[in-house]
T-cell receptor, first 111, second 113 residues
Framework: RKEVEQDPGPFNVPEGATVAFNCTYS??????FFWYRQDCRKEPKLLMS???SGNEDGRFTAQLNRASQYISLLIRDSKLSDSATYLC????????????FGTGTRLKVLA | NAGVTQTPKFRVLKTGQSMTLLCAQD?????MYWYRQDPGMGLRLIHY???????AKGEVPDGYNVSRLKKQNFLLGLESAAPSQTSVYFC????????????FGPGTRLLVL
């Protein structure tokens, strides 16, 4: 089982739609959680951190469920510019301080 | 601030050749990382460093060596390149305090023939 799992997609949605991605993680030592966005052939860039109480940044909402070990990303009112791959990332502290990346979920927003 | 920079941006090697990838960051971050990204595999950690003069192996360290002689620089070396090392290489840095966000460089595309 992969440490961080995501549905690879692609999710094809029309402009203005709401879309949600889930990500599950297996290591209970995971302490920090992030969503990154990666455009084709570019570097990953932080979209938002995910906090225990959930958090929102404009059209984006992230949730964390520690009991079930998953995080989610909700995008409202999708824009063409939201088309990208969304990477789920967990940070594991302790003996080895490291980030584990999911393989990403590809989103295509259609006109 | 330039953030994280990587050189070169693109390189073609023949099997058996060696090269060094340079990563530099100007954010005074303690931690630095080298990843490779292959289709369908996501980012995989090659080596990382938690401070100047220290390095540690990641998930896929074989065939690579690293050095962190200065806090701002993290070098990745391929002593004898193999076609399996064809990939996109990303460097990243982070601080163990604060937001813990990783900042990535623009990547190096390496093709080994």
């Amino acid at each position: 089982r992969k440490e961080v799992e995501q549905d690879p997609g692609p999710f094809n949605v029309p402009e203005g739609a709401t879309v949600a991605f889930n990500c599950t993680y297996s290591n209970s030592a995971s302490q920090s959680f992030f969503w990154y966005r990666q455009d084709c052939r570019k570097e990953p860039k932080l979209l938002m951190s995910v906090y225990s109480s959930g958090n929102e940044d404009g059209r984006f909402t992230a949730q964390l469920n520690r009991a079930s070990q998953y995080i989610s990303l909700l995008i409202r009112d999708s824009k063409l510019s939201d088309s990208a791959t969304y990477l789920c990332v967990v940070n594991i502290k302790g003996g080895t301080y490291k980030y584990i990346f999911g393989t990403g979920t590809r989103l295509k927003v259609l006109a | 601030n330039a953030g994280v920079t990587q050189t070169p941006k693109f390189r073609v090697l023949k099997t058996g050749q060696s090269m060094t990838l340079l990563c530099a960051q100007d954010m005074n971050h303690e931690y630095m990382y080298w990843y490779r990204q292959d289709p369908g595999m996501g980012l995989r950690l090659i080596h990382y460093s938690v401070g100047e003069g220290t390095t540690a192996k990641g998930e896929v360290p074989d065939g690579y060596n690293v050095s962190r002689l200065k806090k701002q620089n993290f070098l990745l070396g391929l002593e004898s390149a193999a076609p399996s090392q064809t990939s996109v290489y990303f460097c990243a840095s982070s601080s163990p305090t604060g937001s813990e966000t990783q900042y990535f460089g623009p990547g190096t595309r390496l093709l080994v023939l």
